[in-house]
C-alpha cells in the first residue's frame, strides 16, 4: 500500500534543484545527489501532512509563501541525531583540564559563559550542563555561569527546551548521573526522565540561524559546534570559523564534531585534543 502511495510522488530533477538551492539558501546546508532519497522520504511526509498533490504543489507552496514554509520545511530537511554524552572525550577535557582552569582564571570576574551552537533536542546542551555542575556546584550561587544553547529548527528546541526524554536516552548514562541529574516520571510518563531544575537553570535555549547574525555579545569559555559545519560548504564553514573566533574569549575553546576539522582555519588554533581547538591568549 505505501509502496503505491510513495509511487505517486515524483520528485523531478527540476523539484530537486529547486528544494536544493532553497535549503542552501536558507539554512547554508548543502543538498547534494546522494541526498535525494531522504529529500524524497522527509518531504513527501511534508506533501501528506500540506494535503498537496505532489512536489510542483509544495514548490509552488514554498515560491509563494516562503517566510511561512520555510520553518515547517527546515524542520522537515534538518538531521537532528544527537545523544547525551556523545563524543564523551570532549566531556572528559572539560571536567580533567579546562573546568579546573577556569575556576582559578575566572575567580575575579566569576563569569562563565558557554554556547552549544547546534543543540538539537538538548542531550548536548544537557550534558554541558551537568559536566559544568559537577564541576563549579560549589560557587554556582556566587558564580554568574550561563548556558546558551541554539539551533535553528524549532521543533528540536520545543523539545529540548521540555527536557524530558524517553528512559532509553539516558541508560548508557552512570547510575549516579541518571539518579542525581534525571527525574523518573510516574503513571503514564513511567516510560520518561525529566532533567532536573537546577540543570535545566542553567541552559537557555534560543532559535538561531548559524548564517544569521549573532545577536549575543559573548565573549564565550566554550563553543560547541558539533556534527553541524558538515552540512555546509567550504565557504560557508570558513566564515564561521572566523566568527567563532570572534565570539570565543582569548584561551577559549571549540569543540568540533568527530568527523571535522578547521580546513585553513586551523592556523589560528592550538589544537589541544581530538576535535579540540583553543583560541591563543
Ligand atoms: C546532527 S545535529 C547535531 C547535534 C549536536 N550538536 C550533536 O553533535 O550531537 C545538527 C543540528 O544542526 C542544526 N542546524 C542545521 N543547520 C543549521 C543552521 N544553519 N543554523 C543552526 N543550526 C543548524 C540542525 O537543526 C540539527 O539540530
Not at 546522494?34 to 501528506?48: F, G
Not at 570532549?90 to 577556569?102: I, M
Not at 558564580?143 to 544553547?149: R, T
Amino acid at each position: 500500500m505505501s509502496e503505491v502511495r510513495e509511487a505517486a510522488y515524483q520528485l523531478s530533477s527540476k523539484n530537486f534543484k529547486f528544494i536544493c538551492e532553497y535549503v542552501y539558501n536558507a539554512a547554508g546546508i548543502v543538498l547534494g545527489e546522494a541526498k535525494r532519497e531522504m529529500v524524497y522520504r522527509r518531504l513527501t511526509r511534508v506533501i501528506r501532512e500540506r494535503k498537496l498533490a505532489d512536489f510542483d504543489a509544495y514548490c509552488d507552496l514554498l515560491r509563494s509563501q516562503p517566510e511561512q514554509e520555510k520553518t515547517y520545511f527546515i524542520n522537515a530537511i534538518t538531521t537532528n541525531l544527537t545523544s547525551f554524552y556523545r563524543e564523551q572525550h570532549h566531556f572528559d577535557y572539560l571536567t580533567e583540564h579546562e573546568f579546573p582552569k577556569l575556576l582559578d582564571e575566572r575567580r575575579d570576574t566569576k563569569r562563565i559563559r558557554l554556547w552549544s551552537s547546534a543543540s538539537s533536542t538538548g542531550e548536548e546542551p544537557y550534558s554541558l550542563a551537568i559536566t559544568t555542575h559537577q564541576s563549579f556546584s560549589h560557587v554556582l550561587n556566587r558564580w554568574d555561569v550561563k548556558i546558551l544553547a541554539t539551533d535553528i529548527d524549532s521543533n528540536v528546541l520545543a523539545t529540548a527546551d521540555q527536557g524530558v526524554y524517553t528512559t532509553n536516552r539516558i541508560e548508557g548514562l552512570t547510575q549516579s548521573i541518571q539518579q542525581r541529574y534525571f527525574k523518573k516520571g510516574t503513571g503514564a510518563n513511567a516510560s520518561k526522565v525529566k532533567v532536573t531544575d537546577d540543570i535545566r537553570s542553567l541552559v537557555t535555549f534560543k532559535q538561531l540561524n548559524l548564517l544569521h547574525e549573532w545577536p549575543m555579545s559573548g565573549p564565550f569559555d566554550v563553543i560547541f559546534c558539533r556534527n553541524v559545519i558538515i552540512y555546509f560548504d567550504k565557504a560557508t564553514q570558513q566564515d564561521l570559523f572566523a566568527r567563532y573566533y570572534d565570539m570565543l574569549a582569548p584561551g577559549g575553546l571549540l569543540m568540533l564534531g568527530h568527523s571535522e576539522n578547521l580546513g585553513e582555519y586551523q592556523r589560528y588554533f592550538e589544537n589541544v585534543g581530538r576535535t579540540i581547538f583553543r583560541k591563543p591568549v
